[in-house]
C-alpha cells in the first residue's frame, strides 16, 4: 500500500510505500521517468521493491518514437520548445540504478543524460536515459 507525503515547504507530494518516504531535496539521486517506470507495480518488478516517487517535469525535452531490436519503444529526446511531466524516482542504490539501466537497454539503445528536473516549486539535479545518439 502506498501513502502519500505533502512537503509543504516545495509543494510537492511523494507517493511512498509504508515507512517508505523519501524526502526528493535528500536523495543521493533522482530518476527522471515518463514511461511504464511510472507504474509502481512495474518499477518494483524491475528493481525488486516498491520505490518512493514524486511528480516532476523535465523542461526541454519531449517524447519520441524509435524502434531497436525490431520493437518499437518510446524514448525522451532533447527539444528545448517542448516539457514532459513524469516521476523522479527516490533513493534508489547503485544496484537498483543498474537494474533500470538495464531495463532501459544502456548504452545499446539509450544513454544516461543529467538533466534539472522541477519538483514541486523547485529545481534539482536528476538523471534520465535518452535515445542513443
Known amino acids: 500500500m ?3 507525503t505533502l512537503i509543504k515547504e516545495i509543494f510537492a507530494v511523494v507517493f511512498h510505500p509504508e515507512g517508505g518516504f523519501v524526502d526528493p ?3 543521493v539521486e533522482r530518476v527522471f521517468v515518463c ?3 511510472m507504474d509502481p507495480a512495474f518499477l518494483s518488478d524491475k528493481i525488486g ?4 516517487m514524486v511528480p516532476a517535469t523535465a523542461k526541454g525535452f519531449g517524447r519520441g518514437w524509435g524502434e531497436a ?3 518499437r519503444f518510446h524514448f525522451l529526446r532533447e527539444d528545448a520548445a517542448e516539457t514532459t511531466q513524469g516521476m523522479a524516482l527516490l533513493g534508489l542504490s547503485d544496484e537498483e540504478i543498474r ?3 538495464r531495463f532501459e537497454q544502456v548504452p545499446e539503445t ?3 543524460a543529467d538533466i534539472e528536473i522541477c519538483v514541486g516549486d523547485i529545481v ?3 538523471i534520465t536515459y535518452l535515445a542513443k545518439k
Do not use: H, I, Y
Open 2 to 4: 502506498f501513502e502519500a
Open 25 to 27: 531535496r535528500e536523495s
Open 35 to 37: 514511461g511504464a517506470l
Open 49 to 52: 521493491r516498491p520505490a518512493a
Open 69 to 71: 531490436g525490431g520493437k
Open 99 to 101: 537494474a533500470l539501466e
Open 110 to 112: 539509450r544513454r544516461r
Open 124 to 126: 534539482l539535479p536528476g
